[in-house]
């Protein structure tokens, strides 16, 4: 399956009329692509979450439809790759704590309070804190931005004093649009701010200029040191997701495309969802975005970080995404056709062999997703039996590294309905089995001249289809390279 990243901007208006085209072909398309949802999905969606608002509804029955159950997250352990429905995740939303709540330290000390000893500890840790400065010397360089973080901060303060104002400043931070754009200006003020002409560079250069910039600030930091000093009193590393989203709003932090936040009910959470809907797009083919500025800071973001995600805009994706279809050919036999995929520009790997036994092994990009999954193929050539074998695989060259279970069920279903498959009891049995069990399982198909196997990867568990061909033709396979 072709995985799709939807923004939230294009979920939301998939139910207008514009995007009438789009809802046909996906139809049309359904089970050759897969558009996951995240929590970005819902941070965007909960802002007008009111049951008696119809358009909520609306978009979250877009999400369900367009998802079918198809969910990742950013957990303790990393990407988590689940089965579950929008609706069901909304009942997790909505019940949520709130997350500043969390973090008051008086409500946390307060909470230890169920007994004496839980009393007598949260105590303890109040008085130390009180009694532990806070480490901060209010200067005339850094009073106003000092004030502006925790206004009762001076050079008496205790590091209690510290922690209780750290609430109200993350929350104003988070939920304040006015707050955030005032903090983000005075952090222009200070010289931390690109040139107004930065938003026409290209995307290419984007990073190297802004390294340039603090450069010249005489930071002595690159754009990826500069994110690192975020984390550098964390015990732990930052975990991809921590350092991609910063990374996102820092170049928003700098000036570089900042989202102006136009409604009353926008806020600096807006930008953070923005980076999250970036990142999770990094572990699909394609990301469909209008929003502008969240386009061009992930093509930047991409660029530095190696992604190859691709980029879209809603109206480029029907063209795009059609052309990377796989549409049998009536007509030609399918040795011919995979044969033709195997374009000498698309060569991405090469391996001379030493061995008169054994011929050159050539590995390429596919122009398309064969059976709507594999992305790319390995041609070897073995002159001592006058044969050929070609070698499907999906392979990712973004952070992605898993395939769901439905993936697998999809391009089982769809290689068995192509080369056929008579008894569908044992069919079904079999699938299970190749899907979700631990024991090999192995499709033979034979034709004139050789045999399909459709089989798992012993090392990712993704599937493997191979085509194995003998011929005295050699000249007219090696074309290809």
């Known amino acids: ?35 996951p949802y995240t929590p970005a999905h819902f941070k965007d ?72 000893l839980g009393r007598a500890v949260g105590g303890l840790m109040k008085s130390l804190f009180q009694l532990q400065p806070a480490g901060i010397e209010v200067t005339d360089e850094n009073r106003e931005m000092l004030q502006k973080m925790f206004p009762n901060l001076s050079n008496s303060s205790s590091m209690w ?16 649009r006015e707050y955030y754009k005032d903090f983000r200006k005075s952090i222009g003020e200070k010289g931390f701010k690109l040139e107004p002409a930065s938003g026409n560079w290209n995307v290419e250069t984007v990073v190297k200029n802004i390294d340039q910039f603090l450069e010249r600030l005489n930071t002595k930091l690159t754009f990826r040191e500069y994110i690192n000093t975020c984390f550098k009193h964390k015990k732990e590393p930052a975990t991809g997701f921590e350092y991609y ?37 990094a572990y699909c083919d394609y990301f469909v975005v209008d929003d502008t500025k969240l ?19 809603s109206n480029e994706f029907i063209k795009v995404v059609k052309d990377k ?11 011919n056709e995979a044969v033709e995929l195997l374009e000498a520009e698309n060569i991405v790997e090469y391996y001379e062999s030493n061995n008169e036994d054994e011929g050159d092994t050539r590995a390429f990009k596919l122009p ?43 391009v089982i279903d769809r290689v068995t309905s192509f080369f056929g498959y008579d008894n569908k009891e044992e069919l079904e049995r079999k699938k299970k089995e190749f899907v979700y069990g ?21 090392e990712n568990k993704r599937p493997l289809l191979t085509y194995v061909v003998a011929t005295k033709q050699k000249e007219s396979v090696s074309e290809v390279s």
């Open 438 to 458: 631990e024991s090999e399982v192995k499709f033979f198909w034979t034709f004139d001249g050789g045999v399909v196997i459709l089989e798992k990867d012993k």
């Open 245 to 281: 989203t910063t990374a996102y709003l820092m170049l928003d932090m700098l000036g570089y495309k900042p989202d102006k936040l136009p409604k009353t009910t926008d806020s600096m959470q807006n930008i953070q969802a923005d980076g999250q809907h970036s990142f999770y797009s």
């Open 161 to 176: 004093d510290l922690m209780k104002g750290m609430v109200p400043f993350s929350q104003k931070l988070h939920q304040d």
């Open 295 to 313: 386009r061009i800071k992930t093509q930047v973001l991409f660029k530095e970080f190696n992604i190859p995600t691709i980029v879209l805009e």
């Open 1 to 35: 399956m072709i995985r799709v990243y939807l923004d939230w901007n294009v979920v939301s208006n998939f139910k207008r009329d514009e995007f009438k085209d789009i809802r046909e072909f996906i139809a049309k398309n359904k089970k050759s692509l897969q558009f």
């Open 368 to 410: 398309v997703f064969y059976f709507d999954f594999f992305n790319y193929a390995i041609y070897e050539w073995y002159p001592k039996q006058e044969g050929f074998a070609l070698i499907f695989k999906k392979v990712f060259k973004n952070y992605s590294s898993f395939v769901y279970y439905t993936e697998c069920e999809r």
């Open 45 to 116: 969606l909960m802002k007008s979450y009111r049951p008696d608002n119809d358009l909520f509804g609306t978009d979250l029955e877009s999400l369900e439809y367009l998802s079918e159950n198809h969910f990742m997250r950013w957990g303790k352990e990393g990407m988590e790759i689940l089965m579950g429905s929008p609706k069901d995740y909304l009942e997790i939303e909505k019940d949520s704590e709130d997350i500043f709540s969390q973090m008051d330290m008086e409500k946390i000390l307060n909470d230890l309070g169920d007994n004496e």
């Open 325 to 335: 279809l796989h549409i049998n050919k009536e007509g030609v036999h399918f040795i």
